[in-house]
Every structure is written in C-alpha cells, then in structure tokens.
C-alpha cells in the first residue's frame, strides 16, 4: 500500500520577463485563460485528483494570488445588494476550506528546485505532487488524476512526459526510457536540456510531478545546474535507482503557457468548446 498523495507544491515565484510590460505589476500566474487565470486551472487540476492541501511558493508582488482564493468582500456585497447572483458565486467559486491552502516565500529566484525545497517544511515526510501552473494541460480526467492513478500501482516517483521533436530536446528535461508497459515508461536517467545530438530520447518532461520525499535530501545540497540554477531534475536523477521510478505518458493536449504563442493558443482552444464563442472565432479566421 502506497502513501497516499495529499499535498501539492506550486512554484508560483517567476518573474514572467517573456510577458513584460504586463506582468511588471501582475503575476504571470495570474494572466487569464479565457475567463479563469492560470494559477486556477492548476489549483483545480489538483482538487480534481483529491490533493488535500494546496503549497503555493510564491515571491515579491505575488500577494494578488492570495487575494484570489480570499473572500472579496466589498465585491460580493455589491454584487449581492444588485441581485448578480451568478456572478457572486462565480466570485465565490475558488474560496477553499480554511487551511487547505498555505504560503511560502522564495526569497530568491533560484530554480525550480529551489523553489521546490522551499515548500520542505510542509511535506513533512510524505510523498507529494508538483505542478507548474505556466504548464496548461487539457483533458479528462486532468493530468495529475491520471499519474495518481498510475501511482498507486506502482507508487515511488512519477513524471509525466509527453513526445516532442528532437530538435526541441535542449528545451526539456529528457529521460532515458526503459521497460515500456502502456503508456508507463521505466525512467533509467534523466538529463536536463541536452542538446538534440546528446538527448537519450524525445520524451520530454512536462510540469507534472509526484515525488517522494527524499527528493528534499537531495535538494538541500543547493547544487547548481543548468542555467546556473538549482534544477529539480539534477535532483530527481539522484533517486533513479533507489526508488521506483516511471514516467506517464499522459492523455491530453498541453499549452507551455509561460511562452506566448502557447498562451495564445491555450485561448484559442478552450475558446472553441465554447458554443457561443467558436461561431465568433470562425468568423475571424474567415475575415482574415
């Protein structure tokens, strides 16, 4: 019997330059998906595959983050004095049990395996799941319910991974495959943005993770990777081998919506499941 997951870490602390002027004063995790910012679909993700507590790494002007999953006083009050009532519980839809979500500070943007072992105080020896908010991912049921499901068959660490060109290999984390069973991949190593020529293969890790806890052992050393940064995946390396170890092929479209062109598409494609807004989309496409 495997440890269940109930917790989930949110590096939530980039400064977002890709999308500079607009997230000078606004987060990056808060840039809207049609109608729900980023930092929501990840939040909900979470919720969907039965994660308990909720542990956003945030840093400097990420304070409008918490407001989000706060009570909005004055707008519910207005919005119920003028009988908006679907809109007040749109507004009230996010707001958690009290203590299901906590925050912590990286001080200093140091990597993502920093901003990982930030969060270490809360795990407290328990297995846990990561996700990258910036790292969209469409379908159903939603990733992290798929690779929890997969984990309590196998338990031990779990990625999800998706195939992408060679070319695009120095862009990922890059596995070394081994036994294939379905859409499990035995994970024999794991290298952080090799160049296509060095890459031990074309499947790429997403922004999905469960991991066990001694992960944090490994990230308390502060070793420093690529990009001069302290890299979740040098750490994950480490435990290959000691631990079980898969990566999950996952079932489902994903948007890199820390990039532009994958925010833009991620709107374009929520957008089109949206009867009243497709006909409008089409007509677009047509005038151009």
Same mark, same amino acid.
């Given at each position: 019997?495997?440890?269940?997951?109930?917790?989930?870490?949110?590096?939530?602390?980039?400064?977002?330059?890709? @999308?500079?002027?607009?997230?000078?004063?606004?987060?990056?995790?808060?840039?809207?998906?049609?109608? %729900?910012?980023?930092?929501?679909?990840?939040?909900?993700?979470?919720?969907?595959?039965?994660?308990?507590?909720?542990?956003?790494?945030?840093?400097?002007?990420?304070?409008?983050?918490?407001?989000?999953?706060?009570?909005?006083?004055?707008?519910?009050?207005?919005? +119920?004095?003028?009988? %908006?009532?679907?809109?007040?519980?749109?507004?009230?839809?996010?707001?958690?049990?009290?203590?299901?979500?906590?925050?912590?500070?990286?001080?200093?943007?140091?990597?993502?395996?920093?901003?990982?072992?930030?969060?270490?105080?809360?795990?407290?020896?328990?297995?846990?799941?990561?996700?990258?908010?910036?790292?969209?991912?469409?379908?159903?049921?939603?990733?992290?319910?798929?690779?929890?499901?997969?984990?309590?068959?196998?338990? &031990?660490?779990?990625?999800?991974?998706?195939?992408?060109?060679?070319?695009?290999?120095?862009?990922?984390?890059?596995?070394?495959?081994?036994?294939?069973?379905?859409?499990?991949?035995?994970?024999?190593?794991?290298?952080?943005?090799?160049?296509?020529?060095?890459?031990?293969?074309?499947?790429?890790?997403? &922004?999905?993770?469960?991991?066990?806890?001694?992960?944090?052992?490994?990230?308390?050393?502060?070793?420093?990777?690529?990009?001069?940064?302290?890299?979740?995946?040098? +750490?994950?390396?480490?435990?290959?081998?000691?631990?079980? @170890?898969?990566?999950?092929? @996952?079932?489902?479209?994903? @948007?890199?919506?820390?990039?532009?062109?994958?925010?833009?598409?991620?709107?374009?494609?929520?957008?089109?499941?949206?009867?009243?807004?497709?006909?409008?989309? +089409?007509?677009?496409?047509?005038? %151009?």
């Amino acid at each position: 019997m495997h440890k269940p997951i109930k917790k989930i870490v949110l590096p939530v602390a980039g400064l977002g330059t890709r @999308f500079l002027p607009a997230t000078k004063a606004i987060p990056k995790e808060m840039l809207p998906v049609l109608d %729900k910012p980023l930092i929501q679909y990840a939040v909900e993700e979470a919720l969907e595959a039965g994660i308990e507590e909720i542990i956003l790494v945030t840093g400097r002007n990420k304070q409008v983050m918490e407001d989000h999953f706060d009570h909005a006083y004055e707008l519910e009050n207005i919005l +119920a004095e003028k009988g %908006k009532l679907e809109a007040l519980e749109i507004a009230k839809s996010m707001l958690l049990e009290e203590g299901r979500i906590t925050y912590v500070r990286q001080m200093r943007p140091r990597g993502l395996g920093h901003a990982v072992w930030c969060a270490r105080n809360f795990i407290n020896d328990e297995p846990f799941a990561v996700a990258l908010p910036d790292d969209l991912i469409k379908g159903k049921p939603g990733c992290l319910k798929q690779m929890i499901e997969a984990y309590k068959d196998v338990g &031990g660490n779990i990625i999800a991974t998706m195939e992408v060109e060679p070319a695009e290999t120095s862009s990922y984390g890059v596995i070394t495959p081994g036994v294939v069973d379905g859409n499990m991949i035995e994970v024999k190593g794991l290298v952080e943005k090799p160049a296509p020529e060095k890459a031990p293969s074309n499947q790429a890790v997403v &922004g999905r993770y469960i991991l066990q806890p001694a992960v944090m052992d490994y990230l308390s050393s502060k070793e420093i990777g690529a990009g001069g940064e302290i890299q979740l995946t040098d +750490a994950l390396a480490k435990v290959i081998g000691e631990q079980p @170890f898969h990566a999950l092929e @996952f079932s489902g479209q994903r @948007f890199d919506c820390g990039s532009k062109v994958g925010w833009l598409m991620a709107n374009l494609s929520l957008a089109l499941e949206e009867e009243h807004l497709e006909k409008n989309l +089409a007509d677009l496409v047509t005038l %151009k």
